[in-house]
């Protein structure tokens, strides 16, 4: 059995401690060609949707909010990795669902037919109510109301 010299095994832990600390992002959608990780549709409206970053740091883009939460119900909370939900008011802008704000039940129709949209924080959902419609929800609350899981 052949022993890796110190300095050489020093630098591959470091290579590998650098690769687990990268931040894991978002990848842009791309129109007409990405599918949705639940559905399989063709992802093509920019208004809605979001992407799950993997633990193992795979992307899966989900063209409506309604997927992203199905998929996120059907997954145990340590398999889904990070959750971002695009901003309707900045179309391909990702944010986070954990500080993001939705509106669930809008007057406006999502890509499967759903109702629900995200902001980029909960004042900016509150801020479109008026406009919209729907009632201001979390992303916690969205996933914990059993009574819209599966329907999309």
């Not at 650098?18 to 992802?43: F, H, K």
């Not at 899966?60 to 909370?77: G, I, N, Q, V, Y």
Request: net charge neutral; charged share 20%; glycine share 10%.
């Amino acid at each position: 059995m052949r022993l890796v010299p110190p300095r050489r095994f020093a630098l591959l832990a470091l290579a590998l401690a650098l690769s687990a600390c990268r931040a894991r992002e978002p990848e842009p959608i791309v129109l007409n060609e990405d599918q949705c990780g639940y559905c399989r549709m063709t992802i093509s409206d920019s208004r809605f949707g979001g992407e799950a970053v993997l633990p193992t740091g795979r992307v899966l883009k989900f063209d409506a909010p309604e997927c992203m939460l199905s998929w996120a119900r059907a997954t145990p909370p340590e398999q889904r990795g990070d959750l971002y939900i695009i901003d309707l008011q900045h179309p391909g802008t990702f944010v986070p669902v954990a500080t993001a704000g939705f509106l669930q039940g809008v007057s406006m129709k999502g890509p499967m037919g759903g109702s629900i949209v995200g902001f980029e924080n909960p004042k900016k959902a509150e801020e479109q109510r008026t406009m919209l419609g729907g009632a201001l929800r979390t992303w916690g609350e969205l996933l914990a109301d059993t009574a819209t899981a599966g329907h999309h």
